[in-house]
């Protein structure tokens, strides 16, 4: 049914010009439009990230939204870190951490948060 569909994902934040400034200055997206009052919408490789304000934020534990950095996870990670970016680190996957960036068997990732505390992932597969 759904298959040969794309998908988006979709953050809630609290501040939208707060969050603006990290979506578009400190993660470099562009700004596909603005499709309606309190809404952003960013493309982001075959997809689009929206992000709207909401009374509720409620973060969850999980990834809100995650792109596969392909070979760039480490440079992604030390860009990231330029711009004053934590990257979180969860020794409980049992992955070797070095500044942020889990490694095991060639794969590469790193976890951090948007302003609101979403949890937002990169990894290279």
């Known amino acids: 049914m759904l298959?040969?569909?794309t998908s988006n994902a979709?953050?809630?934040?609290?501040?939208?010009?707060?969050a603006r400034a990290f979506y578009t200055d400190i993660l470099g997206l562009?700004?596909?439009e603005e499709a309606m009052e309190d809404v952003l919408r960013y493309r982001t490789g075959?997809?689009?990230l929206v992000v709207y304000r909401s009374e509720n934020v409620r973060p969850g534990s999980g990834n809100a939204v995650a792109w596969n950095g392909g070979?760039?996870?480490?440079?992604?990670?030390e860009?990231?870190?330029?711009?004053?970016?934590t990257l979180e680190e969860y020794?409980?996957?049992g992955m070797r951490i070095d500044r942020g960036v889990h490694i095991s068997d060639g794969f590469a990732a790193?976890?951090?948060?948007?302003p609101d505390g979403n949890v937002l992932h990169i990894n290279s597969v």
């Open 46 to 48: 075959d997809s689009y």
């Open 79 to 85: 860009a990231l870190r330029a711009k004053g970016v």
């Open 30 to 32: 562009e700004l596909a």
């Open 3 to 5: 298959q040969g569909k």
């Open 71 to 77: 070979e760039d996870v480490e440079t992604i990670a």
């Open 10 to 18: 979709i953050v809630a934040v609290s501040d939208l010009e707060r």
């Open 110 to 114: 790193i976890w951090f948060k948007d």
């Open 91 to 93: 020794p409980a996957l």
